[in-house]
Structures are given as C-alpha cells and as structure tokens.
C-alpha cells in the first residue's frame, strides 16, 4: 500500500489544555483570529510527520511532553510535582494580560498580611494549574502563589522571586519568609517555592508551609527544608516588608499609651491593668472567639489547635515541643503569654489564656509578634515565662530534651558552684547530672520534697540568674 502524506489541521493552541506545548505556544505566540497557527508554528505541526497516522481532532506538538497537570493529590511526604508557569503580568477578566508589572518593585506589606492573603487561597483550594489565573490574577502554581502572598505587581517564577527578597539563614527564618529551590538543570520542573509559617517544635526540624500544589493550595506541617532536595532551598526574606498594620510605619514607631489603638492597628491594645474580657469594636475578629472555657488546663478541643497555629504564624513555634495539638499544654500557656507580653500587656492581662482581646489580634494579624530568640545573648535576654526574664519554661528540661537552654542551666549551675555532677559538659541534651545539679541548687536554698525535684521551675530559674 502507498504511503500516503499525513494531513493536519491548523489550529490554535488549547485554550483550556495544560499540556505544556500548549502552555507554551500559548505564551510565545499571539491568538490568532482565523482559528490558524502562524507560520512558525505550522512549521513544527509539519516537522512532526513522522508517521502516515492522520490525527483526528486536537493535535499536540509532536515534541510536547505528556500531560502532567491536574493528577491526583501526592501520598502525604512525597514532594510534589509542580511544573510552574513563566514570568507574567497579573491576568484580568476573561484571563487577559492586564498592565505589565514594573521590575524588581516590592510593595510595602507585613508578616501578617502576607500569611492572611496565603490563608485565603488556602481556605477556597485554589486549584493547581500553571496556565490558568485565580479573580485576583495571579498565576495558580506555586511561583504565582508567593507572587500573590508577597502582592507582587505581576506573577513571577522561581528564576525571578529571589530579585524581590534577601537570603537569610535558617536561625532567622519567620512567618511570611519564602524558601525556594530554583532547578537549574530543569526549571520548570522540579522547581518550588513556598511561604514559611513557622516552626511547628522547639527543634526547629519541621515547619507550616503555605504552598500551592496538585491538587490545591494548602498548609502543611513540612520537614525542614522541604521533603526533598532539602539542601537546595534557599531562605530569602521579602524587601518590602515592614512591621507595621498599615505598611507605611512601624508598630515600634506608634506611641504606647496604654489605651486600646482606635485604628485597629493593634499597638496598645492593654497595658490599662483591666482584664482581658472584651473586643474592641475595632478589633471584630473574623473567627468568632469560643470563649475562655475552651482554653485550660484538661481542655481538649480544635479551638486549642486553632489558637496554636495562629501562635506558630507570630512566632511561638519554639514553645512547642510538637504539636501545636488539641490538648491543652504548658506550651500553648507559654505561647499565648509570650505574644500577650508582646503586646505590651503585663499582670492578669498577660496570664498566659486567651481573652477576646488575644483571640481577635491573632485572627485578624494584628498587633506585634512575638520578638525572634536573640542569638547569642544571655538568658536574661530571651523572652520569658511566667514573668520571669529568660525562663523557658518546664517543659525544656525533662528526660529526652536537647536544646541551648540546658546548656545555659548548665553552664550557670557551675559557675555558682554546683558542677560536681558533671564529668563532661554541660551540654544541650538534659541529663542526669543537670537534674542533680538542679536539686543540690534547690536545696541550697533550703527546699525539699517535691520543690527540690531536680526540674527548675520559674523561682529556680530566677534565683540561679541572679
């Protein structure tokens, strides 16, 4: 049989496909009004006639990959796939180009700003797509979530985000901070980027990642830096950014009077010495407060939980051990008066359980967060617990705790002259020496039974300190 010439349709690239041939000859080529491709791209239909089948229908580009777009969501722990679109400008109705972006400008916005936009793609599951555009215009993948989380004035890529940022450390990572990995080899695929909500433990090994991903965005407690390729991220803090409500001035430029803030913005919000029972009308929160008897010791319910993410966004994660969870611990007290004292609030108004007061600040992210750990400096220096400067609380030192506050219990035990117990160290990881050393100090003090334990609490930590 004579072969015959196979013969192909000239169309338009799919208006509504995600392969990637489409996408890109979407990007590359204007629409034409006849329903046919320009010349250069009937070239590459033509240079695909390798075999005699006639192709009914939509045509692919014989070099375009399969598609990869809109599979099922991923086993929870496996990286993602997320091939992302390139650099363009914000999309208006109907999915057309608005005005270009201007280069490298970076809006001014805040920590809490950041996160609440994040928070509203992740609440309606924006679904994943690298060609499509949500109602605000921003791209649907992960490049185009960050875009929109940082407000930038167009939607950018992996290759262009790093431009609006400035690479950080781990240690300095916070809420609304993004962590990037930029695949060289291959960059639209393998390539990610998410927004960084907060450690989620004390060790600072996972976090809550705001991402867009098959098959929506999504917050996700996410092992640090990410599930795989995890030496590749790359932390970079937005240059926009400010720490004040309204963007233009910092909260530590605002007058504490004392007074609650008649513009909402959440700078003195108590400091009157009244207690924490009502909401200012300013401060309507848009998730109603449960009330205080969902918060406490032996409570256990999704109102503790939701307070301890709110905590982890505004800095607390290093109040928790794990979690943050449905029961209440000693850490969701901790977190809570650690923001609480942010607030500039100090007595009963900073006790450690969330008022409405706390409760509406948190939801609308308003108000301070809760100052980052200062590296290097003394306990005195670090934030406190139950008024008292530099305690971390109890919770640190138990069996099977490692972090810098027992090398500081430690290192200050033996200079008041209670290392005895230690043959090597003091060290990060809790142990019987720092426990006996913790009691011989105790009961200097002229304590005993269950007050010269081992385990410092508040007034040990403060005596020791001294």
């Known amino acids: 049989m004579e072969a015959r010439t196979p013969v192909f349709e000239e169309i338009d690239p799919g208006g509504d496909c995600d392969c990637p041939g489409c996408v890109h000859w979407r990007r590359v080529l204007p629409h034409s009004t006849?329903?046919?491709?320009?010349?250069?791209?009937?070239?590459?239909?033509?240079?695909?006639?390798?075999?005699?089948?006639?192709?009914?229908?939509?045509?692919?580009?014989?070099?375009?990959?399969?598609?990869?777009?809109?599979?099922?969501?991923?086993?929870?722990?496996?990286?993602?796939?997320?091939?992302?679109?390139?650099?363009?400008?914000?999309?208006?109705?109907?999915?057309?180009?608005?005005?270009?972006?201007?280069?490298?400008?970076?809006?001014?916005?805040?920590?809490?700003?950041?996160?609440?936009?994040?928070?509203?793609?992740?609440?309606?599951?924006?679904?994943?797509?690298?060609?499509?555009?949500?109602?605000?215009?921003?791209?649907?993948?992960?490049?185009?979530?960050?875009?929109?989380?940082?407000?930038?004035?167009?939607?950018?890529?992996?290759?262009?985000?790093?431009?609006?940022?400035?690479?950080?450390?781990?240690?300095?990572?916070?809420?609304g901070d993004m962590l990037l990995f930029h695949n060289l080899a291959d960059p639209q695929k393998g390539s990610h980027v998410v927004i960084f909500g907060g450690w989620t433990d004390h060790k600072r090994t996972h976090y809550s990642a705001y991402e867009l991903a098959p098959p929506h965005a999504r917050r996700k407690t996410t092992p640090y830096a990410y599930w795989k390729h995890s030496d590749r991220y790359v932390?970079?803090?937005?240059?926009?950014?400010?720490?004040?409500?309204?963007?233009?001035?910092?909260?530590?430029?605002?007058?504490?009077?004392?007074?609650?803030?008649?513009?909402?913005?959440?700078?003195?919000?108590?400091?009157?010495?009244?207690?924490?029972?009502?909401?200012?009308?300013?401060?309507?929160?848009?998730?109603?407060?449960?009330?205080?008897?969902h918060f406490g010791p032996g409570v256990n319910n999704k109102h503790v939980t939701e307070l301890g993410r709110m905590l982890v966004e505004r800095g607390a994660g290093r109040y928790y051990t794990s979690g943050p969870g449905p029961r209440w611990t000693g850490a969701d007290r901790r977190a809570t008066r650690a923001f609480q004292l942010a607030q500039g609030w100090r007595g009963r108004d900073a006790d450690g359980l969330p008022g409405p007061d706390t409760w509406a600040l948190l939801a609308t992210g308003k108000g301070k967060d809760i100052p980052a750990e200062a590296t290097g400096s003394s306990p005195q220096q670090q934030p406190s617990s139950?008024?008292?400067?530099?305690?971390?609380?109890?919770?640190?030192?138990?069996?099977?705790?490692?972090?810098?506050?027992?090398?500081?219990?430690?290192?200050?035990?033996?200079?008041?002259?209670?290392?005895?117990?230690?043959?090597?160290?003091?060290?990060?990881?809790?142990?019987?020496?720092?426990?006996?050393?913790?009691?011989?100090?105790?009961?200097?003090?002229?304590?005993?039974?269950?007050?010269?334990?081992?385990?410092?609490?508040?007034?040990?930590w403060r005596r020791l300190f001294a």
């Open 34 to 175: 006849t329903g046919r491709h320009p010349a250069a791209y009937r070239a590459l239909l033509l240079a695909a006639a390798a075999s005699t089948t006639v192709v009914v229908g939509h045509t692919a580009p014989a070099l375009a990959a399969p598609h990869t777009l809109d599979r099922p969501a991923v086993p929870a722990g496996d990286e993602p796939n997320t091939p992302q679109g390139g650099k363009a400008p914000l999309h208006g109705p109907g999915g057309k180009p608005a005005q270009p972006a201007s280069p490298a400008k970076a809006p001014a916005t805040t920590r809490a700003e950041i996160i609440k936009r994040a928070k509203k793609w992740v609440t309606a599951k924006v679904p994943y797509s690298m060609s499509r555009y949500w109602s605000d215009g921003y791209r649907q993948d992960c490049s185009g979530f960050v875009s929109m989380a940082w407000s930038l004035p167009g939607n950018e890529w992996t290759g262009s985000l790093g431009q609006y940022g400035v690479r950080i450390t781990k240690a300095e990572l916070q809420p």
């Open 235 to 293: 932390a970079y803090r937005y240059k926009g950014l400010t720490s004040g409500g309204s963007g233009k001035k910092s909260d530590a430029d605002q007058p504490d009077t004392g007074q609650p803030d008649p513009t909402g913005s959440g700078t003195g919000q108590q400091g009157t010495g009244q207690p924490d029972t009502a909401v200012p009308a300013s401060l309507k929160s848009p998730a109603p407060y449960p009330g205080r008897a």
């Open 386 to 460: 139950h008024g008292v400067p530099g305690y971390p609380g109890r919770a640190l030192f138990r069996p099977g705790a490692e972090n810098p506050y027992v090398t500081q219990l430690g290192r200050q035990l033996v200079t008041k002259g209670f290392g005895k117990h230690y043959r090597t160290g003091p060290g990060p990881r809790w142990s019987e020496a720092d426990r006996r050393a913790v009691e011989a100090f105790q009961r200097a003090q002229g304590w005993r039974g269950g007050a010269a334990d081992g385990y410092p609490g508040p007034e040990t």
